[in-house]
């Protein structure tokens, strides 16, 4: 044994110093194909998280570092849980029956060669509702309602006026409620400032802890043409007008309202003034003293005149999702439900409509329902709403929405224990700390609702 290894080295020897190549019989001293001080190393180009949470349906986004064409996998995920790449981050998109925990790997393969494995736990939160503590309408919380805009605000929620039961439907409420989201107890606050009796409004966060309140109906009908701003930051809340430059629209109910922050400008769309209907889209812009104008908006199709519809703004995708609403009613059919799904390029110069082609569980068209943005889940939860003024759609969807299939999102119908009673005219929200929806209000073809429920994402 030691004469072999003896005669391997010398051989070797003589190969260099005679400056004659050795065949492919000779030994090599390595065999490994990365030996040596320039072999190709692989290696996450930031340490992984260990472990990562999402919810149902929704998004893990896992911050994980790596060259441009090197690919990063969720070994050991179900084919079902769809992945990409983007900035900085593995976006992996659940699958509703994916729920509890998963012992994975995030495994690199370089494009130059090598591999490398990083465990990660993964906890997958099951969807759920839960029906907050109830309280005496009118006294220890607020009475029965429709169209009352909700607002999460830290540790508080704020309800905002809305439509009342009592003494007549229709009734405009002037009062403001805040929800303790750790008691879960309400307190009414008498808010500063000037005194606002209006219904039906959309309300934005201004981002300076301010809530920008536009549209909806004043006591006797009147649609308002003003813009408030309820300003959070002090306590109790106080009511203030915006006062508009120039080119403030005619007053709308049941619309979209959004602050379109990059932009610098607030962004309403549809609605409905008395019998008619809008489908335009106008700006606020707050540079200059503010200044209403008509959004700048590329030729092309666009959504008909519509109210009561779902709509979101995807901060993420620079753009307004709007679904469904009521269209130009008739005779055999007064709600005239849309069936279509919208998205408006915000970010494009002029802005840009596009229609989009939804697969799935696609829902009824309808109005009026109650809705809340996920926005870490990026998806749209639609629960509630009528077709046909008189009774309620059933069922709970949501539609995912993700920049690789911007023209084709998703809808799947979620049948969870526990559901609330179905109702339209009804209100909802996100609340983004701890990572769920919360609906309540509104009423159905033989109740009113003065109460409020959570599902848990």
């Known amino acids: 044994m030691t004469r072999t290894t003896v005669s391997t080295v010398v051989a070797a020897l003589l190969c260099v110093a005679l400056g004659s190549g050795c065949d492919d019989s000779t030994p090599s001293a390595d065999t490994r194909s990365d030996a040596g001080p320039d072999a190709p190393s692989c290696a996450f180009s930031t340490a992984p998280p260990q472990q990562v949470s999402g919810a149902a349906g929704g998004r893990l986004l896992i911050e994980v570092a790596a060259r441009g064409n090197d690919s990063i996998t969720l070994e050991g995920a179900p084919s079902s849980w769809s992945m990409r790449r983007e900035d900085g981050r593995l976006v992996v998109r659940l699958p509703y029956d994916a729920a509890g925990e998963h012992a994975l790997a995030l495994l690199l393969d370089c494009a130059d060669g090598g591999r490398a494995r990083a465990p ?13 503590p109830s309280w005496q309408p009118g006294s220890s919380g607020p009475s029965a309602r429709e169209h009352a805009p909700l607002h999460v605000d830290g540790d508080r929620m704020l309800a905002i006026g809305g439509f009342l039961y009592q003494p007549a439907q229709g009734t405009v409420a002037d009062d403001l409620w805040q929800l303790d989201l ?17 219904a039906g409004v959309r309300v934005a966060p201004d981002g300076s802890g301010a809530l920008l309140v536009h549209g909806g109906q004043q006591s006797g009908g009147a649609y308002s043409t003003d813009l408030w701003r309820l300003d959070l930051a002090v306590e109790p809340p106080s009511w203030s007008k915006v006062s508009a430059a120039s080119g403030a629209p005619g007053g709308v109910t049941l619309h979209a309202f959004i602050h379109d922050t990059p932009r610098a400008r607030y962004v309403a769309m549809g609605g409905i003034s008395g019998n008619a209907l809008s489908g335009g889209a106008i700006i606020f812009e707050t540079a200059g003293g503010g200044a209403w104008k008509p959004l700048e908006i590329a030729a092309g199709p666009s959504p008909s005149p519509r109210y009561g519809f779902f709509f979101a703004h995807d901060a993420e995708g620079q753009r307004l999702i709007v679904w469904s609403g009521a269209q130009q009613p008739s005779a055999a ?21 596009q229609k989009l082609a939804a ?11 109650c809705w809340a943005f996920d926005s870490e889940g990026r998806r749209l939860i639609v629960w509630g709403g009528t077709s046909d003024g008189r009774t309620t759609q059933p069922g709970l969807f ?34 983004a700390t701890r990572k769920r929806a919360l609906f309540g209000f509104g009423n159905s073809a033989t109740a009113t609702y003065a109460d409020l429920h959570e599902l848990a994402l």
């Open 182 to 198: 750790s008691s879960e107890r309400w307190q009414k606050l008498d808010a500063g400032g000037a005194h606002v009796a209006i």
């Open 398 to 431: 949501v539609l995912s929405l993700d920049v690789d299939d911007v023209a084709q999102p998703r809808w799947q119908r979620v049948d969870l224990a526990g559901e609330p009673p179905i109702r339209s005219s009804c209100s909802g929200t996100y609340d």
């Open 120 to 132: 990660i736990a993964v906890t997958v939160r099951a969807l759920a509702w839960r029906t907050l």
């Open 359 to 369: 697969a799935g569980d696609v829902p009824p068209g309808r109005r009026n329902g």
């Open 333 to 353: 059919d007064p709600i005239n439900a849309a069936q279509d799904l919208w998205s408006l390029d915000l970010a494009a110069s002029p802005a840009r409509w």
